[in-house]
C-alpha cells in the first residue's frame, strides 16, 4: 500500500501521533540533529541524518532491570526483588534504514531458543519504525556495501521516501498499513514512479558496493599479526564515540547503583575498546592493548557475527563510526586491509 | 535459570568459611524451598553471585550435584563484589543465577583413570568434580589429585583435606612452592611435580584449572608426559556481565566462555584465536 501526505500534514500527523504515544523523532538542537521525544512544538527535521541513530528506542543507554528493597535489621522483613519490565508502545520517525536496521542484529543475539532478554523484545515489539529513505548518500555512507541500500525497507512499517512538496508512503507490516488509513494520507498517483525514480537515484549516486564476503576468513588469518593490528590501531585514542554511536553495537555493562535502602541494577551501553571492557579481577586483561580491542571489534563485527548468524554482516553501514572518530579511524579501511593483505608473510 | 535471564534467585547464606587470608567459601540456600529442591546442576557450570548494591560476579558451583543441601562458592577477595561478598555472614541474602554454562563431560570420563591438578583457588572448580567423583567413585578408574599452591596457609579445603588423604581409593598430593616448617607434603611447583609423579596417559582424562602461569606449564609438562590434546580438559575464566551470551565480553572468537564454556579441552582450545 502506497500514500502520499505533505510535508505540512507529516509535521501534523507525527504531532497527533505524539499526544498518543511516544514518539522519537530528528529534531535540530544546538547544531546538531539528534533523536529526541517529541514534544509539542518540536519540529521534525529530516534534512541530514542523526548524529545517533534510535538505537535507545530498543536499547536504552541506561536502564534499571531490577530494584531492590532493604529493610532496616530491626523491621524482620528480607530485601525484596523486583523486575522492571518496559511497558508502552513507541513510535520512531525519520530514522534511515540504517539506523532500523541496526536492530535486526540484536535480533538472533537477544532472542534464541534458550535466552530471550525480555527487556529488548518487549520494546522492539512495542516500537513502530517510520523509516526514511536516503535521497543524498554521504561519502562516509556503505549500506550497499552490507547487504542494504538507501531505500532498504527490511525491518521498518513504513517506507518514507522525499518527492516534490512531500513523501510517498509505502506500508511494509499491517502495523503501517493501519497509520497509513489515517486521513492526512491521499492517493499517490503519478508521485509513486517518482518516489521509485528517486530511491533509483540514491542508490546509483552510491557507486560500486566493496565485497566484504571475504572478510570473515581473512581477519582470522590476520588474528596473530599483531603488526598489523597495531598499524591499524596507531591513530585510536580508544575513546570509545565509535561505539557509542554504532547502531548495531550491542555490548553492555551491568552495573549496581545504591542509594539509602534502595539498589537498582543497571544496564548500560558498553564500549569494547576501552581497557576495562575485559580487565579481569586478577589483573590479566585478554585484550590488553587497543590492537588487541580494534581486532575484536572489526572480528565481531566482520568474521565471528556472520560467522554465527547465517553470514550477515554485524555493520549497517551507516558510517557514523567514521564521521564521530576524532582520530580518523575508518572501519572500511581497516577490513579492506584485512582482505587486501598477502597471504603469504 | 527464570524466564528474565537476568532476574536472580534470592538466597540465604547458611555457612562461611574462611579458606585462606583472602578466600572464604559460602553455602548458600535458595530460599524458595521448591526451587532449592528441583535445583539441577552438573560439576563444572558457574552462577552469578549478587551482591545488591555492589553488584554481581561469576564463580563456579563448587559443591557436587551429589550433595544438594547447599550450594558453595569459593571466592578470592580481589575486587568490588568480592570485598562485599567477603562481608557476609551467615544469614546475609544474596542473589544467584545459576547454572549457567557448559558442564565437565561427566559421562564421557567414565571408566577412565582421572588426574586432577589444582592450583591456588583453581581447585575450586576441581573440588566439584573431585568431590562427584569420590560420591559415584565406581563409576572411575584411578583417580589422583595433586593440588599445590603458594604456601600451606593459601591451600584452600583445609576441612577436608585430612579426609582426602586418609582415603585409599584416591591418591593425593599435597605441594607448595617452598619449604615451611611442619609441611609433610611436597615441595616444588605444580608442573615439576607432575613429572616426578610421571602418570600414565593410558586412558587417561587430565582435567586442570589455576593461575594461567601454572596452566601454561602444565600443559607442557602434560605434553611431555605423551598426554594428547583430547586428553586435557581445563575450564576458563573471564570477565562476564550477563553469563547467557549476550553481553559481548567473553568471547574468543565466535565462542562465549559463558556458553560454550566454561569447560574447553585442549584440543578445542587449540581451534579458537589466540585471545586467553
Request: charged share 25%; proline share 6%; net charge negative.
Amino acid at each position: 500500500m502506497e500514500r502520499f501526505i505533505t510535508q505540512d500534514n507529516l509535521q501534523r500527523f507525527t504531532a497527533a501521533l505524539a499526544e498518543k504515544k511516544n514518539v522519537l523523532a530528528p529534531v535540530a538542537s544546538g547544531g546538531t540533529t539528534t533523536f529526541r521525544r517529541l514534544r509539542p512544538g518540536m519540529q521534525l527535521d529530516f534534512s541530514r541524518m542523526a548524529v545517533i541513530s534510535p538505537k535507545d528506542a530498543t536499547f536504552p543507554r541506561n536502564e534499571t532491570l531490577l530494584t531492590v528493597q532493604r529493610y532496616p535489621e530491626e523491621s524482620g522483613k528480607r530485601m525484596e526483588l523486583q523486575e522492571h519490565l518496559p511497558e508502552g508502545e513507541m513510535v520512531v520517525i525519520g530514522c534511515r534504514p540504517c539506523g532500523t536496521r541496526g536492530k535486526l542484529v540484536f535480533d538472533p543475539v537477544y532472542e534464541t531458543l534458550a535466552i530471550k532478554d525480555p527487556y529488548y523484545i518487549r520494546r522492539r515489539d512495542g516500537a513502530t519504525f517510520i523509516t526514511l529513505a536516503c535521497a543524498r548518500p554521504e561519502t562516509t555512507c556503505f549500506c550497499h556495501s552490507v547487504g542494504s541500500g538507501p531505500a532498504d525497507a527490511t525491518g521498518s512499517d513504513i517506507l518514507l521516501t522525499a518527492v516534490e512538496g512531500g513523501f510517498v508512503a509505502k506500508a511494509v507490516t499491517p502495523k503501517g498499513e493501519e497509520l497509513l488509513g489515517d486521513a492526512l494520507f491521499e492517493e499517490p498517483g503519478a508521485r509513486a514512479e517518482e518516489a521509485e525514480r528517486n530511491n533509483t537515484k540514491a542508490r546509483e549516486m552510491m557507486g560500486q558496493a566493496h565485497d566484504f564476503s571475504s572478510a570473515a576468513e581473512k581477519l582470522l588469518k590476520r588474528f596473530d599479526d599483531m603488526d598489523f593490528w597495531q598499524t591499524q590501531s596507531d591513530k585510536c585514542i580508544s575513546c570509545g564515540a565509535c561505539t557509542y554511536m554504532c547502531p548495531t553495537c550491542y555490548c553492555f555493562n551491568i552495573t549496581d547503583d545504591e542509594a539509602g535502602l534502595v539498589s537498582r541494577r543497571l544496564r548500560t551501553w558498553d564500549n569494547c575498546m576501552s581497557h576495562t571492557f575485559t580487565l579481569e579481577g586478577s589483573g590479566h586483561n585478554p585484550r590488553s592493548t587497543k590492537a588487541h580491542r580494534l581486532k575484536n571489534r572489526m572480528g565481531h563485527k566482520f568474521s565471528y557475527y556472520p560467522d554465527l548468524h547465517g553470514g550477515q554482516i554485524a555493520c549497517c553501514g551507516c558510517g557514523r563510526c567514521i564521521k564521530q572518530c576524532p582520530a580518523g579511524v575508518d572501519i572500511r579501511q581497516v577490513v579492506m586491509a584485512a582482505q587486501e593483505y598477502p597471504d603469504e608473510r | 535459570m527464570n524466564a528474565n535471564p537476568y532476574l536472580p534467585d534470592m538466597a540465604t547464606v547458611v555457612e562461611v568459611i574462611e579458606e585462606t587470608p583472602n578466600i572464604k567459601s559460602f553455602r548458600l540456600v535458595l530460599n524458595d524451598e521448591e526451587k532449592m529442591r528441583s535445583f539441577s546442576f552438573k560439576p563444572g557450570q558457574v552462577g552469578q553471585l549478587s551482591v545488591f548494591g555492589a553488584g554481581e560476579s561469576t564463580f563456579v558451583i563448587n559443591s557436587s550435584p551429589t550433595r544438594m543441601e547447599y550450594l558453595q562458592f569459593s571466592v578470592m577477595r580481589v575486587g568490588e563484589v568480592t570485598t562485599r561478598l567477603h562481608q557476609l555472614k551467615a544469614g546475609d541474602q544474596v542473589g544467584v543465577r545459576a547454572p549457567l554454562g557448559k558442564p565437565f563431560p561427566v559421562e564421557d570420563m567414565q571408566g577412565k583413570n582421572i588426574l586432577f591438578i589444582g592450583g591456588g583457588i583453581g581447585m575450586a572448580p576441581l573440588r566439584t568434580l573431585f568431590t562427584y567423583m569420590l560420591d559415584t567413585r565406581d563409576d572411575y578408574q584411578d583417580i589422583t589429585l595433586l593440588y599445590g599452591a603458594r604456601s600451606p596457609v593459601d591451600l584452600t579445603y583445609q576441612a577436608e583435606l585430612p579426609d582426602w588423604l586418609a582415603r585409599e581409593d584416591v591418591k593425593t598430593v599435597l605441594c607448595v612452592d617452598n619449604e615451611y616448617p611442619g609441611w609433610e607434603h611436597k615441595v616444588g611447583l605444580i608442573p615439576n611435580i607432575l613429572l616426578e609423579m610421571n602418570p600414565s596417559p593410558e586412558n587417561t582424562v587430565a582435567i586442570t584449572c589455576g593461575p594461567p602461569i601454572m596452566i601454561k606449564f602444565t600443559l607442557q609438562a602434560l605434553k611431555k608426559l605423551d598426554f594428547a590434546d583430547e586428553q586435557i580438559i581445563t575450564t576458563l575464566e573471564k570477565r562476564m556481565k550477563c553469563g547467557v551470551g549476550i553481553c559481548g565480553r567473553c568471547n574468543i572468537g565466535t565462542q562465549y566462555v559463558c556458553l560454550d564454556g566454561p569447560v574447553f579441552t585442549y584440543a578445542q582450545l587449540k581451534e579458537l584465536p589466540s585471545e586467553l
